[in-house]
């Protein structure tokens, strides 16, 4: 099945931006729709974006003008551009398939201080 790995996390204070990467490797990011997932302390891992193998984008309400996902096939890498973080968006972020998901990376900390 292949791997993922994410990264590009760090800490960053209310308002700020970052971006993490996810890079895929063996066939897991051909022609499906990939998502980044959430998971904050004491809380259910959750989709917050998700773009389709022809390039649609979907984005739960508490991210939608913050967030963009964009992926690059020739590199197999998906992108979540995170612009104005706030606090409550700290979490593990993750990507995989949004069906048939594949073995979960370690993913990335992303930490909104106040």
């Known amino acids: 099945q292949g791997q993922l790995v994410e990264s590009g996390g760090g800490l960053v204070q209310d308002g700020g931006s970052l971006r993490p990467s996810c890079a895929a490797s063996?066939?897991?990011?051909?022609?499906?729709?990939m998502g980044w997932y959430r998971q904050a302390p004491g809380k259910q891992r959750e989709l917050v974006a998700s773009i389709s193998s022809g390039g649609s984008t979907d984005y739960v309400d508490s991210v939608k003008g913050r967030f963009t996902i964009s992926r690059d096939k020739a590199k197999k890498t998906v992108y979540l551009q995170m612009n104005s973080l706030r606090p409550e968006d700290t979490a593990v972020y993750y990507c995989?398939?949004?069906?048939?998901?594949?073995?979960w990376g370690q993913g990335t900390q992303v930490t909104v201080s106040s």
């Open positions: 063996g066939s897991i990011f051909s022609l499906v729709a």
């Open positions: 995989n398939r949004v069906t048939r998901a594949v073995s």
